[in-house]
T-cell receptor, first 112, second 111 residues
């Protein structure tokens, strides 16, 4: 157990639907990062939050949004889902980048 | 951001020492070099981090020359369970907001 909790572990939904992925960071970590990993692809950075504020965006689609709540958990919202959105979505947390990121076990999203 | 270049894949036999080299020609002065390991369908796992010279932990060693334009991850006496994708990347002291993983090196250990 890495200390980063992601729910749900698996999600199957239809095209056009909306889903919410949840991440609870490791205790004490203020930063939360979201990554997308499609089949046999590298990890694509989506967005970074630090203590409730958005710090940086990667190639995140306009259909996707995220937020970090006062208790530091974060949610990634994916809407108008397309088949190509099927992927593993990872959340990571850190105190500072210097000490590396701790990743959760991911949410596998399948859009049918 | 430091752009990194690694071999796409490597094969090695069990019991051998494996060295994976990463090039990062434009690494920033305050960037550390960090290596991660990823097994299929799992999140990446932090392996080792260093700034310069040599760092060793219970899992691996990391060699960074004085010019810091490259680094080498050394895995001693690999086993089948070391088969994974290995990523190197630069990260700053205060968090690299757009930390991006490259394609990594797919290491396959042969019995």
């Amino acid at each position: 157990d890495s200390g980063v909790t992601q729910t749900p572990k698996h999600l199957i939904t239809a095209t056009g639907q909306r889903v919410t992925l949840r991440c609870s960071p490791r205790s004490g970590d203020l930063s939360v990062y979201w990554y997308q990993q499609s089949l046999d692809q590298g990890l694509q950075f989506l967005i970074h939050y630090y203590n409730g504020e958005e710090r940086a965006k990667g190639n995140i689609l306009e259909r996707f949004s995220a937020q970090q709540f006062p208790d530091l958990h974060s949610e990634l919202n994916l809407s108008s889902l397309e088949l190509g959105d099927s992927a593993l979505y990872f959340c990571a947390s850190s105190v500072e980048g210097r000490y590396g990121y701790t990743f959760g076990s991911g949410t596998r999203l399948t859009v049918v | 951001l430091a752009k990194t270049t690694q071999p796409i894949s490597m094969d090695s036999y069990e019991g051998q020492e494996v060295n994976i080299t990463c090039s990062h020609n434009n690494i920033a002065t305050n960037d550390y070099i960090t290596w991660y390991q990823q097994f299929p369908s799992q999140g990446p796992r932090f392996i080792i981090q260093g700034y310069k010279t040599k760092v060793t932990n219970e899992v691996a060693s990391l060699f960074i020359p004085a010019d810091r334009k490259s680094s080498t991850l050394s895995l001693p006496r690999v086993s089948l369970s070391d088969t994974a994708v290995y990523y190197c990347l630069g990260s700053s002291n205060f968090g690299n907001e757009k930390l991006t993983f490259g394609t990594g090196t797919r290491l396959t250990i042969i019995p």
